[in-house]
């Protein structure tokens, strides 16, 4: 079992490892100072590390870290300074509050409550459970935990309650709600700051690389219309592509209405959660107002504020706190990614790579770069099982390279950062709730990456297209 | 049971609060700008919330750097500033170490082995359980979890073997077992950097406050003459001073003996946490010297890769790490405070009270100022419940009085440093193990007050008297 999990561990660190030592001894290229050719050598290692997981993701962050301290490529300051990003707090935070929407039972009312309203038909049992997973996404800064975690039990139940088991009765319904809700959490992944743990690791990145400074309103802004729209147009699609055998489902918001009284009414502690969370985001969108006697409010100092009350009004206890091994975990991988790429980027080498492939690009139009770059960024994902992987490793690089070529920095931020949770749609492996997903048994591969790649086109269509009409709008660019 | 423990919570969060107000809203004195005085106003109702304690430490420090940045006294970066701290993470190690000494089991064995050597008389009991917590002091940052955690089950069982049990039998030999084991680990923690929680906060104060910069090896060098005389010293102390009526204890080591066989030969795990220590120690211990080809290895990665070899060989699990909730704790209220009085240091606030405590100084000799810093900062903990809370209110505008009055600052960094420890040895309310071994009930008020105020008589002997000598010797004045 064990050995199934970890195999050839040793092989792994070994392969890392030389990895690490082939590039530390290669001549660095013209135009790269040493420290910034040793320091990459690691940094290529540990994301190596991050995929090939030869020790878990935090562990695998510590030795990186821990290399680089001993080899004096980095100071023990530069090494975690990461520790002290605003946006790393955050996101500690935000998995905070995720507990307590799931310690208060507030994440799965919401659910069903949405059923209960729109759960009549099995399409509006998709947008049901999408709209759960919207509301739900500032709050809860991973997908695992969001859709994985508090949908995905549902999800199951529902299709239970319909006979749609894995197998043949999986096209009843089964099918449908499974892919629905897995394809939509990659849409409000994009859409909030706070939806996806590896999105305020871009925003860290995009000031070091690009200078451009996103905040929480101003990602929320930028990604609110090409949200909506493939948001409403996804579940369409996949009902089209995935034609599920049962049409209507009113049992469905009858078990909902169930499950409801079941609960009985909200509790002291759920109106709580609610009223602190409403208040949060009332605080996080509108602190860019000038106007506002709080605008400029640093959205952490808001989410402390939120974890205050809900450490004063008792929903979370500090013992609950402690127990937050998923936000310490982020806390430990997440300040030693930030470290390390912002190193990398003041020690020049990532404007260094950009001038690199942009000398293959010499004449093009930033336009014509920008969608070859963001194509190859979305689907270079087919070879990444971590969405964090994926950012870690590309997306400094990308945005630099982006921004050589003339790209506005601001609109070439964010839409690198928002194809980094749409690039999810494309298969069973993306990361950990299509783990959860797919683990379900109701799609075979080929529905899978067929609904996937249809999805892609559609966020490209979207994102691409609508996208930038809309942040030209706005005036971002 | 709950409302007996926090009596008034509303209550003490409302004095608190009302002490911020009131300091806040009072003119600052001359020479104090605004933005010092309003954090003083935060600072010292933050230490208040460490007395009163209306919420766990961690939660009342993160209320008081909330309160910091949402006036707008703090940016979030100054406020988050402590967490990028080396020796943060320093303690953050030390707390995994500690965990792998419990989880394997080798702290026990380390005590059985003293006892199974030294333990044939009462005497010799006591100085083996000393020797234990010696031997295990530089690897577990608390006295809670060292002498409360590894060594009072220890100690309790012996009391036990010997029918000596609170009440009228506790004279025969538990209140001396008990009295000596406590009181050694006041001189244990004031021995070594990562003995106690609070000293490397005193460090990073120490650093900001007068520019000294204290190593784990100029700490160790500096504290281990007056360490082992006082070492040697106490237990005959006590042992005078309560008389236990049992004097010859053969039967402690043949207990010991059968435990030793119990647990068998040492596990492949205790090797490993031996042999990494070991290195660990030597490197901590060697890194000053500038011949050695790893001198200026920073403690801290040090610690992190001694902790990258507990993670390969598997004697600790990364999940292990994530279930730390005494290094959290410690990593979120240290890092607090770390941010809180460097920046306290760094508006002026610290250097404008050294002046004016000063003023009431003038013409004294600095060994004079000294002296009288010293018992006052000793004694002073007869009115503390725990050492960071007198550490944080305390050490700082102390050292920059001694400093301003002319003694020498890393001579009177170590002195306050040291006494942060011993002056432990007080009350039976003086921090965390204090509670544990009054808590077994084998002494009453007076005898451990007693025994306590002769002991600190011992110390300010040892440490003012003695102490100077051997750092003259060291050059280090």
Redesign the interface.
């Known amino acids: 079992m064990s050995t199934q999990r970890t195999p050839n561990r040793t092989l792994r660190?070994g392969v890392l490892a030389a990895v690490a030592v082939a590039i530390w001894w290669a001549p660095p290229p013209e135009g790269v100072q040493a420290e910034a050719w040793q320091l990459l050598a690691i940094f290529l290692a540990t994301i190596g590390g991050l995929i090939l997981q030869p020790?878990?993701m935090?562990?695998v962050v510590?030795?990186g870290?821990?290399a680089a301290?001993?080899t004096g490529t980095l100071?023990?300051?530069d090494?975690?300074?990461g520790?002290?990003?605003?946006t790393v707090?955050l996101i500690v935070s935000a998995f905070l509050f995720a507990r307590c929407l799931n310690k208060t039972g507030l994440g799965r009312r919401i659910a069903f409550r949405f059923i209960r309203w729109f759960g009549h038909k099995t399409l509006g049992l998709g947008y049901s459970l999408s709209l759960a997973d919207l509301v739900l996404a500032p709050g809860i800064p991973s997908g695992t935990a969001r859709t994985g975690g508090v949908l995905f039990p549902v999800v199951r139940s529902l299709c239970s309650a319909y006979d749609s088991e894995p197998g043949p009765s999986s096209k009843r319904i089964g099918e449908f709600l499974m892919l629905t809700t897995y394809q939509i959490h990659c849409v409000t992944c994009a859409m909030f700051l706070t939806a996806m743990v590896a999105n305020p690791l871009m925003v860290e990145l995009a000031r070091e690389v690009a200078g451009v400074d996103i905040t929480w309103a101003g990602w929320a802004i930028a990604a609110s219309v090409p949200g909506i729209v493939s948001f409403i147009a996804l579940p369409i699609l996949v009902y089209i592509m995935v034609k599920p055998q049962i049409r209507r489902t009113p049992e469905a918001a009858e078990l909902a209405r169930e499950e409801l009284v079941r609960m009985g009414p909200m509790s002291r502690q759920e109106l709580a959660v609610l009223a602190v969370f409403g208040g949060v985001f009332v605080l996080w969108i509108s602190g860019e107002w000038d106007a506002l006697p709080w605008s400029g409010?640093?959205p952490?100092?808001v989410a402390?504020?939120g974890?205050?009350l809900l450490?004063?009004l008792e929903v979370i206890s500090?013992?609950d706190?402690?127990?937050e091994?998923a936000g310490?975990?982020a806390l430990?991988w997440f300040g030693g990614l930030v470290s390390m790429a912002t190193m990398l980027s003041r020690l020049g080498l990532t404007e260094w790579f950009a001038g690199f492939v942009g000398g293959y690009m010499q004449g093009w139009e930033w336009l014509e770069v920008m969608a070859v770059l963001v194509l190859v960024y979305l689907y270079a994902h087919y070879f990444f099982a971590s969405l964090t992987a994926h950012v870690t490793a590309l997306f400094a690089p990308f945005l630099a390279t982006a921004v050589a070529a003339g790209a506005p920095p601001y609109f070439a931020a964010l839409t690198l950062a928002f194809f980094s949770s749409l690039c999810a749609s494309l298969t069973h492996y993306a990361g950990g709730p299509s783990a959860v997903f797919w683990g379900a048994g109701y799609t075979d591969i080929k529905g899978w990456w067929s609904v996937g790649f249809a999805i892609s086109v559609l966020f490209v269509v979207v994102w691409m297209g609508l996208g930038p009409l809309w942040w030209r709008t706005l005036g971002l660019f």
């Open positions: 660190f020790a878990p935090g562990a510590i030795m870290l821990t301290v001993l100071s023990m300051a090494a975690l300074l520790y002290q990003s605003a707090w409010l640093p952490t100092g402390f504020l974890l205050c450490l004063i500090w013992d706190v402690l127990d091994r310490w975990n430990v």
